[in-house]
């Protein structure tokens, strides 16, 4: 029998295990995503600090291996190491250091155990550099020498071989389906209610979270709900639903762009007007704003959010609310990819205005909000859980501030992490979906 204690980490034997060729592969792909505007970033950060005021991980913490301005340190020491003239030849008096497995561990910790891609560093940095691209051109790297911590490459495979990241068959996901429509019949006394599966020539294709049908699929009849009080023409896909991306976590462009591309491929076979995407931050800034590159083509199909739809549908009086229906105090977390990243601000702010009877905002918020901990892969990345939860306590105090009783997010891995963190911190709250809130608020 093997003793627990002689079993090696994988990743510490993978790291073990990378040789010169490893090496020089790093290197050719970080020459190959540093161009020159990478470049004039990396050499133009002054150490002002304010990088380390704006970033969750390093205000909950206080260790300087979580300071933004440190970890693309890391990036630029190898920089210069391998690609300045002063690096090659003298090394030692500008900075530069030797990308060796030492320094790949260091890597890994602080690119994939210490950011969670939220951005707020970037729009607080003195001298505008866009500091969480810099960090995933440094996960590409790890990732083009199979350096991604385990877990998260697993749900990237998954998605990849399975074609969701939570592995649904086929079968499993249209028996849901059927199920959630004949819950959909009951709740709004109607049998002409319906869940479309690969309906054609749809206004609109809506895509889902797999952790919505697997975990949470009374959060997809809402949704659908809505889509029936509006009288929409829309449809679920049988394949190829799932609206997340975590290659854009793992920092694999050519994985990011398959499963990307297979959304666009269902639009086509479905002929589908516009890809509607479900409530995950992630999801949207992955397929809305990061595609057209993983795929070097234009974005040419029209590609929204659903609370963009459900903003619509309230300004043009296709849905109506009744807020009283929804009495408790609610406020907002504004998902990282969605928001600050997303641009989609001001239409969730609008719904709840119509859709409870009391919406109080969490301070700082908007663009300016602090990233609940669970974004950049970090949710299926376990050996960092406790350090997700401690930089989660930032959030905590903010929804405690509120006196709120139910927390809105927009995002399923946002949830997910709000949950953990209202245990962790009893903060006594119900998290719930926008469309849950909508759904509950709807006059039909």
Known sequence: ????????????????????????KAL???SEKIDSRAAAYLNTCVHCGLCADSCHYYLSNGEIESVP?????????AFKRYFTFLGRH?????????????KLREWIDSLYGRCSLCGRCTINCSVGIDISRLIRIGRSVLASIDLVPPDLQATVNTALEKGNNMGIPRTEWLETVQWLEEELQQEVRNAAARLPIDQKNARYLYTVNPREPKFFPLSLVATAKIFFAARENWTLASDFYDVTNYGL????????GLISSRLLETMKRLQAETLVLGECGHGFNSNRW???EWLASKQDIPTISILQVIADYIHQGKIKLDPTRNRKTVTLHDPCNLVRMGGVIEEQRFILKHAVANFVEMYPNREKNFCCGG?????????????????????????KKTGARIVVAPCHNCIDQLSELNKEYKLGVEIKTLSEIVAAALVI
């Open 249 to 256: 976590f793992s920092g694999d462009d050519a994985a990011s």
């Open 375 to 399: 974004g950049g892969g970090q949710l299926s990345m376990s050996r960092y859980a406790s350090r997700r939860l401690k930089a989660g306590g930032i959030k905590a105090e903010q929804i």
């Open 28 to 30: 050719q792909i970080l």
């Open 90 to 102: 003298a090394p030692s008096l500008g900075g530069a250091k030797d990308l060796d497995r030492e």
């Open 69 to 77: 301005a440190y970890k693309l340190n890391l990036l630029l020491s």
């Open 290 to 292: 990061e595609a057209p």
């Open 1 to 24: 029998m093997t003793d627990m204690t002689d079993r090696k980490d994988p990743l510490d034997a993978r790291i073990d295990a990378i040789g010169p060729e490893e090496i020089r």
